[in-house]
């Protein structure tokens, strides 16, 4: 049966993974096993994808990114260039922490920038925006837009990339499609119009 994905000839794709209809794996990059990513994704040059990790549909991976076990991306996330993840709190080369792996989930939409690092064990709420450079040391909210070392939040974000003022009874109004968000006690939700 003829794969339905594309992988250079200089990828490794190991044992047990399964991967999506209209996916592309570029240059180096190494699928480790029993990886799922969904269909149309595009993992870029020198990619590492360790055991079980778990990619939703669209997702866009820069070059030089790694994405350690225990991590797990929704739908339409996008990893910038050589940002990365980790999965233990106190590494130590002599000490084998494989089964402390601490897990992290990126919802739907978000987007982390070029080499931002995600210190595990924090979840990025649906379409967060994390800045280029950012140090995730905690939980970031869906809808908020983090920089800094360590991030702190410095505003809100729509599914498009805008930004969000709220005025004094919590709602924001996207301009570019004209969704009207609503800010009630720290939690953003959207609404059709």
């Given at each position: ?28 990059s ?61 590494p ?58 360590p ?43």
């Open positions: 049966m003829e794969k339905e994905y594309y992988s250079h000839e200089t990828a490794i794709i190991d044992n047990g993974c399964k991967i999506g209809k209209g996916t592309k794996i570029w240059h180096f190494h699928i480790m096993s029993n990886c799922v990513l969904g269909e149309n994704c595009n993992i870029g040059q020198n990619v590492v994808v360790s055991p079980d990790v778990i990619l939703g549909r669209n997702v866009k991976v820069q070059n030089n990114v790694s994405i350690y076990t225990g991590v797990t991306c929704d739908d339409d996330v996008f990893l910038g260039p050589s940002m990365v993840f980790t999965n233990v709190i106190n130590r080369s002599a000490i084998n922490r494989k089964n402390e792996y601490a897990k992290t989930h990126v919802g739907k939409g978000a987007s982390i920038g070029a080499n931002a690092t995600i210190v595990c064990g924090h979840d990025i709420g649906e379409y967060a925006f994390i800045g280029a450079g950012a140090v995730v040391t905690k939980n970031v909210q869906a809808y908020s837009l983090w920089v800094g070392n991030a702190k939040q410095i505003g809100w974000i729509s599914e498009y990339g805008h930004g969000l003022n709220f005025d004094k009874e919590g709602s924001a109004i996207c301009k570019e499609t004209n969704e009207i968000y609503k800010l009630t006690k720290g939690v953003v939700s959207k609404f059709h119009i």
